[in-house]
């Protein structure tokens, strides 16, 4: 995983040029030169414009509010020269809470107490894309939900239009799996658009088990019977067989 620096948007470090560097027109010379920091209420015209020219979907300005403002969120801004190139927006919320068509991520009996992640946005400004800055903050959620801490987060979890086929190449490398299809799932300009759901399994969680991993548990239920059985019957055989020695041996010696 490449390098980065976490640091605090009003204690940033001095620079030359204090006017907004045009993302557009600033090469990314290495992924080392990227710093990561939370998102603060100071963001919320710089994100929301982002957001407006990253995404089909249009937010409301209280989401925005929420995102640079609430500890709800996992917020993470990836900076360069002092501009947001690229960003990642997650919360973590108990399974139980969470919409009927994501139910069946986790098995019923793992759900009731497990808490999941939930990446609600994803994006990397146009001119600095393929340069790792998605992986670089996609890796920084996973390092948070995966500490000793937060081992009750089972999965994480995202949705995505059927037509995104970047961000489905994206996650599918990062070892998310499709789980369900959603059809109408957006409402973008007025038309329904279909969605996927990709889901990555993390501290120990596993999605509910099919016919055929029932039948798998089972069968190895089966032969692992049918070796303690054979155990079983080689240690009694063994027994009765030093018993009969033994007793042969004590007869042998009374004649």
């Known amino acids: 995983m490449a390098q980065f620096t976490l640091y605090n948007k009003h204690s940033a470090p001095p620079s030359s040029d204090s006017t907004r560097v045009d993302c557009e027109h600033v090469p990314l010379c290495s992924i080392n030169d990227v710093q990561l920091r939370f998102l603060v209420p100071d963001d919320l015209t710089e994100v929301r414009q982002l957001c407006q020219e990253w995404f089909p979907i249009d937010y409301p300005l209280s989401w925005y509010e929420d995102i640079t403002s609430s500890t709800r969120f996992f917020a993470l801004a990836a900076v360069y020269n002092l501009a947001?190139?690229?960003?990642?927006?997650?919360?973590?919320?108990?399974?139980?809470?969470?919409?009927?068509?994501?139910?069946?991520?986790?098995?019923?009996?793992?759900?009731?107490?497990?808490?999941?992640?939930?990446?609600?946005?994803?994006?990397?400004?146009?001119?600095?894309?393929?340069?790792?800055?998605?992986?670089?903050?996609?890796?920084?959620?996973?390092?948070h939900l995966t500490t000793a801490e937060r081992h009750s987060v089972k999965a994480i979890f995202l949705h995505t239009l059927t037509t995104n086929q970047p961000a489905i190449f994206f996650y599918e490398k990062r070892r998310f799996t499709l789980h369900s299809f959603l059809p109408y799932y957006y409402n973008i300009r007025g038309k329904g658009k279909d969605g996927f759901t990709y889901v990555n399994y993390i501290n120990g969680g596993h999605p509910p088990w099919t016919l055929l991993d029932h039948i798998k548990h089972y069968a190895s239920k089966a032969r692992y019977t049918s070796s303690l059985c054979a155990w079983v019957a080689n240690r009694v055989q063994q027994v009765v067989r030093w018993f009969y020695h033994k007793l042969l041996t004590r007869f042998n010696f009374i004649e």
Request: net charge positive.
């Open 84 to 143: 947001i190139i690229g960003l990642i927006v997650a919360e973590i919320k108990p399974y139980r809470n969470v919409n009927k068509e994501d139910k069946g991520i986790l098995p019923d009996s793992m759900g009731r107490s497990a808490d999941v992640g939930y990446i609600l946005s994803l994006g990397v400004h146009r001119s600095h894309r393929r340069n790792g800055i998605g992986s670089l903050l996609l890796d920084a959620l996973m390092n």
